[in-house]
T-cell receptor, first 112, second 111 residues
Framework: SQTIHQWPATLVQPVGSPLSLECTVE??????LYWYRQAAGRGLQLLFY??????ISSEVPQNLSASRPQDRQFILSSKKLLLSDSGFYLC???????????FGSGTRLTVV | GQQVMQIPQYQHVQEGEDFTTYCNSS?????IQWYKQRPGGHPVFLIQ?????EVKKQKRLTFQFGEAKKNSSLHITATQTTDVGTYFC???????????FGGGTRVLVKP
């Protein structure tokens, strides 16, 4: 069966520090991968998605970037965090639009 | 770009009562999915609707896709405390690789 792993679960980082969040999927190949951010009590904002190795589509211009170095690995990064980067970051995978997304358990990021 | 709106944003429901949340898209959708996110958790896929006018049921939950494939609804009967959470709809377009999520309806149940 397919599983998705996301870590860390919580993170407190100072303003200006770098960020690296990792997401890996097991049990499937060539999945579509997604990074979402959710502000407290708010909806899901799509940040990046990838349909293959090295293919990244950015939805919202900001100081975040994403990379997909391997088929089942998706990384969200920042060189310098801002206070506004705080939120709940969720990784998700899906075969395509016709199947439900499976979300990871998320990372709660607090920038202080 | 495509927008998906959900109303209401918040829903306070007395335990045992029914309620409905609505999802409206600015464009025609190829499919619509519904997710539930429990407090402190991550969204979990509930169901997908594909056909115009389609109705699907999961126990006390009834999902409907509009005839024009631009809107959808989720109706919950006899609300229970286990129904607490945020319900998201997400619409897809045939030519795309991503779903557009609505803002969610946060459901609070009063015992």
């Amino acid at each position: 069966s397919q599983t998705i792993h996301q870590w860390p679960a919580t993170l407190v980082q100072p303003v200006g520090s770098p960020l690296s969040l990792e997401c890996t999927v097991e049990g499937t190949s060539n999945p579509n991968l997604y990074w979402y951010r959710q502000a407290a009590g708010r909806g899901l904002q799509l940040l990046f998605y990838s349909v293959g190795i090295g293919q990244i589509s950015s939805e919202v211009p900001q100081n975040l970037s994403a990379s997909r170095p391997q088929d089942r690995q998706f990384i969200l990064s920042s060189k310098k965090l801002l206070l506004s980067d705080s939120g709940f970051y969720l990784c998700a995978w899906g075969e395509d639009l016709w199947y439900g997304y499976t979300f990871g358990s998320g990372t709660r990021l607090t920038v202080v | 770009g495509q927008q998906v709106m959900q109303i209401p944003q918040y829903q306070h429901v007395q335990e045992g009562e029914d309620f409905t949340t609505y999802c409206n898209s600015s464009t025609t959708l190829s499919n619509i999915q519904w997710y539930k996110q429990r407090p402190g958790g991550h969204p979990v896929f509930l169901i997908q609707l594909v056909k115009s006018g389609e109705v699907k049921k999961q126990k006390r939950l009834t999902f409907q896709f509009g005839e024009a494939k631009k809107n959808s609804s989720l109706h919950i009967t006899a609300t229970q405390t286990t129904d607490v959470g945020t319900y998201f709809c997400a619409g897809g377009r045939a030519a795309g690789n991503k779903l557009t999520f609505g803002g969610g309806t946060r459901v609070l149940v009063k015992p």
